[in-house]
């Protein structure tokens, strides 16, 4: 399928006009890997901001819809959880988006202050869908990261989808918190998913000049 090829083209286009992606070699890592491969369905959010609608990419008719909105600078919700009790002003259950695919304007701001280089060894908290761990394997090769979940089954998702896409990262079902000591010492840390502190495991198994980038909850505030 050559269709989203353009799109993903179009989107680097988009990200680089932000300054979102600055670096040559990040450009042609978003410009070749699939994310639609990483998003074969979720759900389109209503005016509440809900998670309603689930558009699926198998689906002949919602097959452009889908597509567009994949390669489109949005999050896209891919799993959520009804909250008992709890409802809308039109009568629907309030639902809260437990797992979903970055922006990847946010993914390519994050993966810029990384600073990664070649031969840098990553390791990622949190691999969600796997298509951030599919850029980092399209920057540095698969050998150069590992990738940590902690719900057994978004891990076996993500396993998938990368392995149809042609990257092999080392996958890891655990708590991320404790990172890999068996990969490390590793260049970078990558969270995506958010944290009060820095662990200090995390800290233990970077090497002594690398970085970790991750999104820090203070007082409430992202």
């Not at 709890?86 to 701001?109: C, E, F, K, N, Y």
């Not at 990553?122 to 599919?134: D, K, Q, W």
Request: aromatic content about 6%.
């Amino acid at each position: 399928m050559t269709a989203w090829r353009t799109r993903a083209e179009n989107l680097v286009a988009r990200l680089a006009e932000t300054g979102a992606v600055r670096d040559r070699a990040w450009r042609a890592a978003f410009a070749g890997t699939p994310r639609h491969v990483f998003v074969p369905r979720f759900y389109a959010l209503d005016r509440y901001a809900q998670p309603r609608t689930l558009l699926d990419g198998a689906e002949p008719g919602q097959r452009e819809t889908w597509l567009d909105a994949v390669y489109s600078d949005d999050v896209l919700v891919t799993h959520f959880e009804t909250i008992d009790g709890a409802l809308l002003p039109d009568g629907q259950p309030v639902r809260i988006a437990t797992s979903s695919a970055s922006m990847p304007r946010i993914v390519a701001v994050m993966l810029d202050r990384l600073q990664v280089a070649d031969g840098h060894r990553v390791l990622e908290i949190g691999t969600g869908t796997g298509y951030n761990a599919a850029l980092l394997c399209a920057r540095l090769g698969d050998d150069k990261v590992t990738s940590v979940e902690v719900d057994p089954a978004t891990a076996a998702e993500a396993a998938g989808h990368l392995a149809e896409a042609g990257y092999r990262p080392t996958l890891v079902v655990g708590d991320g918190a404790a990172g890999h000591a068996d990969g490390a010492p590793y260049d970078r840390i990558i969270a995506t998913c958010a944290v009060s502190r820095t662990p200090a495991a995390w800290i233990e198994q970077l090497a002594d000049d690398g970085v970790i980038v991750a999104p820090l909850t203070l007082q409430g505030g992202l």
